[in-house]
């Protein structure tokens, strides 16, 4: 991938029996640095985590990589930059108990770590539409990742099951 594009390359290594599944330790922020990634994407949320996140961060700066913060809270995101996260994400709300998954992105949280955060906010999770990027630059972002909308057939077909007619049930177009 680093080779291909010429745009920054976030890395990450989904591994372990969880919680914490993204990035867990420094041997796999390591080893994502190693393969390429310009920012290695660590799970900063202050869930039960086999390192501390300070110490996957010095493993990953160590490798040459910058490091974004997956969070769900607000208070994550200012732990995650104190320990010297280079970038946070939006990334994990929705998916920890404390934070309940919205059908669409968390902006309230995007807005928040805005607000309270001086190194760069991305927004990540459930943007899917343009509009969803508009919303989320005009609120500060400065990058957004998007997903599944590009990259799962699954959702995407679902996307476009919910536009077929009613009568399509009859002869079994919808499953
Ligand atoms: C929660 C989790 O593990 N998120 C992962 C993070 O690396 C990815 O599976 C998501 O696809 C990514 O965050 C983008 O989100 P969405 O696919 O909703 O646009």
């Keep these: 991938m680093r080779t291909a594009v010429d745009v920054p390359v976030i890395g990450l290594w989904k591994d372990g029996p969880g919680p914490v599944v993204i990035t867990p330790t420094s041997r796999h922020a390591r080893a994502v640095a190693q393969a390429g990634a310009h920012l290695v994407a660590i799970d900063a949320t202050d869930r039960s985590r086999p390192e501390p996140f300070a110490a996957v961060v010095a493993a990953a700066h160590a490798a040459g990589a910058l490091v974004l913060a997956d969070v769900s809270t607000e208070a994550e995101g200012k732990a995650a930059a104190d320990a010297g996260a280079d970038a946070v994400a939006t990334t994990?709300?929705?998916?920890?108990?404390?934070?309940?998954?919205?059908?669409?992105?968390?902006?309230?949280?995007?807005?928040?770590?805005?607000?309270?955060?001086?190194?760069?906010?991305?927004?990540?999770?459930?943007?899917?539409?343009?509009?969803?990027?508009?919303?989320?630059?005009?609120?500060?972002?400065?990058?957004?990742?998007?997903?599944?909308?590009?990259?799962s057939p699954l959702y995407l077909t679902r996307e476009l099951a919910r536009s077929v007619p009613a009568h399509a049930d009859t002869n079994g177009v919808h499953s």
Excluded: C, M, Q, W
Excluded at 94 to 121: A, C, I, M, Q, W
């Design 92 to 151: 994990l709300s929705g998916y920890t108990s404390r934070t309940p998954k919205t059908p669409g992105p968390d902006f309230g949280l995007l807005e928040r770590l805005v607000t309270r955060l001086s190194v760069p906010v991305i927004a990540e999770g459930r943007y899917r539409t343009a509009d969803d990027l508009r919303r989320a630059y005009a609120a500060g972002a400065h990058a957004v990742v998007v997903g599944n909308a590009i990259t």
